[in-house]
Structures are given as C-alpha cells and as structure tokens.
DNA sequence: TAGATTGTTAATCGATTAACAATC
DNA sequence: TAGATTGTTAATCGATTAACAATC
C-alpha cells in the first residue's frame, strides 16, 4: 500500500489552502504560482510546494498551479467529494447553530438528525431536522449509516454518550464538550475546546497588548 | 524588562492543564507529580515539566506540584484573575450560543453587549443583555471599555466590522467568521474556523477509518 | 538520611526554510 | 530556446524527549 503519514501540521493547513484557492477561483483568477500565493495567505512560498508534494505534485514548472485543478484535488484529499451523514447530540443554541450551518454549507455533510435530553424541544424542528429524544439516538445511527457525531452537550455526559454512539458505529466524532472523549483506536475526533480558545486569546491580549502602554 | 517569549505550542496546552488541574482540584486531589499527570493526560512528562518551566517552575523537588497552586497560577498566567469586557456581534444561533456561555462561565469575561444587522432581532435579550443595531456598535466600545469582540457574522462583512472595531479601541477579536482578518500589530486575534476543523475531521475519518476495512 | 521528583541541560526528532537542478 | 517556476534535496530551526544533577 506504501502510504506516507502525512504530518497533522500539512492538514491542517489544508482547509486554509481549499479557502484561499475558493476564492481565488471565484474571483475568476486561472493560475496561481506559490510565490503569488504565499505573498497572499502569509506563509513562505517553500511551504506551500512542500505541503503540496505530500501529495504527488499538482503543479507545472514554468507556470505554476492551476486554481481550479488545484482547488478540486485539494477538496477531494479532504474528502470533500464524498458524502457523511452526521448528528447533532444535543440542540442548545451551539447545537442549533451546528445544525443549521451543515445543511446551508452543503459540503458532503448531510445533516440527518439531532437529538437532546430536554422533552421540551422534541419534535420542534432545526432545518427540517425534528429534535428526537435521546434514547432514540442508537437505533437512530445504526438504520441510517451515521458517519459523524456532533456533540455539544454538557461535559458530565459527553464521555458516556461518545461511548454509545462508538458501539453503535459512530466513525468519528467533532466534540464541543469541554472534556477530552476516550475512544477506540480508529475513531477519529476532532475537539473544537472555545473555552481553550478564548483562554488563548487571553493569554494574548494580556501578554502583548500590554507592550504598547 | 528580560521577557522570554514564550511559544504559542506551549501558550496552547496550558488551558488543557488548566481544564485538568481544576477537575483534580475538585476531586480533591491535593499534590501530583509530573509522572502521574503524564498518565492522566497522554503527554509526556518531560514536556510537563518543560511548560511549567517557561514560567519559572511551579513544583518541590520530591514531592511534585500542588493542585491548587499550580492551578491558580496557570489561570494567572492565562490571565484569567484579571476581567475582560466583551461584546458579541452577530446573533444569530452561534452568537447567542456564545453570549449565554459567557456570562454562565464566569472566568473574567463580562459579555456587555450584542449587536445585529437584522431590525427583527433588535430589543431581544439574551442573558439580559439587549440586541442592539450595528450602528450602535461605535459608540459604545469607545463608552464601554470594551476590550473583545466576539465576531459571529458573514465572512462578506467580517473584515469591514473588524476595521472598525479596531479603530475604536478593541484589542482582541475571538473570530469565528470563515476569512482571515488583517488587523495591526498588537491587535490579538483568535480564530475559530469551524469549517476548517470539520474538513480536518473529514480527512482523518477518510484517511485513518479505510484501514480499518 | 534516603528516596523521590523537580529543574535544566543535552540529544533527538520533526517541521520549516533555503537552494537549486529538473523541466515545462 | 530562454525564462519561469516547480519538485525535491539539503540546511536550519524549533520543539519534544531523554537524562541526570540539584534539592526538597
């Protein structure tokens, strides 16, 4: 099979790169070279043919890289070509707000279903999508090819519902909990901490906003 | 004035350590050593002890470190000890998601304000705090000593809004909007790509959930 | 004191940048 | 063909890990 790891730092850039060569290509713009490009996005022109070749090379010497070539194969290495049919555990306002930017950004991720604990908001709807009950969730993910969780409930319950969903075949799961989930080898989860965000962005402001009084 | 600058790798754990120091406080946990955290946490205990060292060390040669005083020191550190006023632009799901949160996670954020281009949502409150229109926006950052903004809007006004904000007096903008801002020097921003994140999620789900079959 | 564990230096590893030959 | 720009190797830089002397 010989498939070199590709390091998290080249991937994630990638979504960065998909961004920029959107829009360049919807500004009408038809070829890009790395040294235009890395003058645009701020990072070093070596950079960006480095990440590229991870891949096998989508450019042409003399010319350049082709914005709409470019952008598509980038698309596809992300997967952005296939479909996933994905929930939403937990339909809070973050919930609510997931749930809506997933059928409005139509990217290959079908929004299917949504969930909560709170008996108030079953059977009120989020794009179409009814709120059904918790323990609806397990039948739920495994009569309708569920791929991807998301989960924004409370960190108390998230480890226990990630646990569920993984037996019932869960693949992957993009967790808002504040809580680091436990699971399998081969699930993947990508953690979306703000509270670690924001602490950042503290750190910050407290560290080098001050320099300028 | 002799300030090490400290790397953004390291900046970034430390809202990690904060999150675990704080659930072994509250599990009454009194001292750990950097072995025993390394366990906890999957990382390695050399690198533990490097972080906290960045900042001048936290620990007792043969005993470890105190959970409640490496703690508190780390959330200094962060900068949580000192309070932030911050405004939320943008109210939709995602705004009003983040507004709530604020003022439920009291960590020295004060959320102040909200705003919204859409008439319709204007007087509506959240936590108590009024929706107001854009237009109020300047005046009451400069009235307000507001110090972040939390920007939940379309990337087509993004980086407009930004500009303005800047100009009058916001020093840090926790963005969730999908484009890079370009703001001054000494002007902190934090992005929060969701995008960006779930296509990570995509390709490892692609990438790493194949070999399995 | 002896044992444990930090703080810190040194070694390793990986990621980024620079350089340039290959080639369109 | 000559010029431009990639693909790729080599050099550098920074971050992580290992090792161990200092010390509680």
């Known amino acids: 099979m010989e498939e070199r790891e590709i390091s998290q730092a080249v991937i994630g850039r990638l979504p960065r790169y998909f961004r920029y060569l959107g829009d360049l290509k919807e500004a009408g713009v038809e070829r890009i070279s790395s040294q235009e490009l890395s003058e645009l996005m701020k990072v070093t022109?070596?950079?960006?043919?480095?990440?590229?070749?991870?891949?096998?090379?989508?450019?042409?010497?003399?010319?350049?890289?082709?914005?709409?070539?470019?952008?598509?194969?980038?698309?596809n290495i992300l997967g952005l070509n296939k479909e996933h049919n994905l929930i939403v555990i937990g339909a809070g306002n973050l919930g609510q707000a997931l749930g809506n930017y997933m059928n409005f950004k139509n990217r290959g991720?079908?929004?299917?279903?949504?969930?909560?604990?709170?008996?108030?908001?079953w059977g009120k709807e989020v794009r179409g999508i009814p709120i059904q009950p918790m323990d609806k969730v397990e039948a739920f993910v495994k009569e309708n090819d569920i791929d991807i969780a998301v989960l924004t409930i409370p960190k108390t319950s998230a480890v226990e519902v990630a646990e569920v969903l993984v037996n019932n075949g869960i693949k992957a799961i993009w967790n808002f909990a504040h809580v680091d989930l436990n699971v399998p080898e081969g699930i993947?989860?990508?953690?979306?901490?703000?509270?670690?965000?924001?602490?950042?962005?503290?750190?910050?402001?407290?560290?080098y906003s001050q320099e300028q009084k």
């Open 45 to 75: 022109a070596s950079q960006i043919r480095q990440d590229f070749n991870n891949f096998g090379g989508f450019g042409q010497q003399g010319y350049g890289y082709n914005v709409d070539f470019l952008h598509k194969e980038i698309g």
């Open 109 to 121: 991720f079908i929004f299917k279903g949504m969930f909560d604990v709170n008996p108030e908001l």
């Open 188 to 207: 993947q989860v990508e953690n979306v901490h703000l509270s670690d965000s924001l602490m950042k962005l503290s750190y910050n402001l407290e560290r």
